[in-house]
T-cell receptor, first 106, second 114 residues
Framework: GDSVTQMEGPVTLSEEAFLTINCTYT??????LFWYVQYPGEGLQLLLK?????DKGSNKGFEATYRKETTSFHLEKGSVQVSDSAVYFC?????FGTGTQLKVEL | DTEVTQTPKHLVMGMTNKKSLKCEQH?????MYWYKQKAKKPPELMFV???????INESVPSRFSPECPNSSLLNLHLHALQPEDSALYLC?????????????FGPGTRLTVL
C-alpha cells in the first residue's frame, strides 16, 4: 500500500539556519503529496502540497518539489525562525509519515 | 470559511461512561475523517465517511462508534473505553475522498480515560 518515510527528529537549528526534512514515498497511481505542520496543542494545518511530478509547493518560505524519479518530497526553508518550531508531517492521501519535530533556537 | 470545529476541547471520562465527540464543517466537503493521535506519533486513521456513508473502518474496536447525521456533522460515540484510548482525537474533512484532496483538520479533542 501507499506509505511515506520521513526523517527522524528531533531537529534543532539556530535561527536563520537552512532546513531540510527528508521525505520519500511509495505509491500506486498519481497521488498528491502534502506537508502538514502541527503546533503544540493544535490540530494539523496544511503547509503546502504538490499534485503532480515536478510541481513545487510553497508557502511561508517553505518549499518542496514532487520528484517522481527519486520518489521524494523533501521540505526546505532557507532561513528558519523560532516561530517555525513545530512538528512537520509528510503525507500521501491518508498515509502520514512519523513526523519530524523541529526546534529553532535563538 | 475553512474551519473544522470540534467539541469538546477536553474530555475526561471513566471506563463505564458514555460520551460523544462532535465535529462540524461548513465548507461543503463530502468526505469526513476521524483520527486518533498519541503523543509524539502521527495521526492514525480510524474512520472515513464519504457522502454520509461509512467508507473506511480501520478495524477500530466497537467501543468507538461513528455517526454521520448529515453532510456537515460527524460524531464519535464512546462507550466502555480503556485508559489506553486516551489520546487526541482529530476530525478532518476534504472536498472528496481521493488521492489529491487536501484534508482540513479541526483542533482536536483531548480525551483522558481514567
Amino acid at each position: 500500500g501507499d506509505s511515506v518515510t520521513q526523517m527522524e527528529g528531533p531537529v534543532t537549528l539556530s535561527e536563520e539556519a537552512f532546513l531540510t526534512i527528508n521525505c520519500t514515498y511509495t505509491a500506486t497511481g498519481y497521488p498528491s503529496l502534502f506537508w502538514y505542520v502541527q503546533y503544540p496543542g493544535e490540530g494539523l494545518q496544511l503547509l503546502l502540497k504538490a499534485t503532480k511530478a515536478d510541481d513545487k509547493g510553497s508557502n511561508k518560505g517553505f518549499e518542496a518539489t514532487y520528484r517522481k524519479e527519486t520518489t521524494s518530497f523533501h521540505l526546505e526553508k532557507g532561513s528558519v525562525q523560532v516561530s517555525d518550531s513545530a512538528v512537520y508531517f509528510c503525507a500521501l492521501s491518508l498515509a502520514f509519515g512519523t513526523g519530524t519535530q523541529l526546534k529553532v533556537e535563538l | 470559511d475553512t474551519e473544522v470545529t470540534q467539541t469538546p476541547k477536553h474530555l475526561v471520562m471513566g471506563m463505564t461512561n458514555k460520551k460523544s465527540l462532535k465535529c462540524e464543517q461548513h465548507m461543503g466537503h463530502r468526505a469526513m475523517y476521524w483520527y486518533k493521535q498519541k503523543a509524539k506519533k502521527p495521526p492514525e486513521l480510524m474512520f472515513v465517511y464519504s457522502y454520509e456513508k461509512l467508507s473506511i473502518n480501520e478495524s477500530v474496536p466497537s467501543r468507538f462508534s461513528p455517526e454521520c447525521p448529515n453532510s456537515s456533522l460527524l460524531n464519535l460515540h464512546l462507550h466502555a473505553l480503556q485508559p489506553e484510548d486516551s489520546a487526541l482525537y482529530l476530525c478532518a474533512s476534504s472536498q472528496e475522498e481521493g488521492l489529491t484532496d487536501t484534508q482540513y483538520f479541526g483542533p482536536g479533542t483531548r480525551l483522558t480515560v481514567l
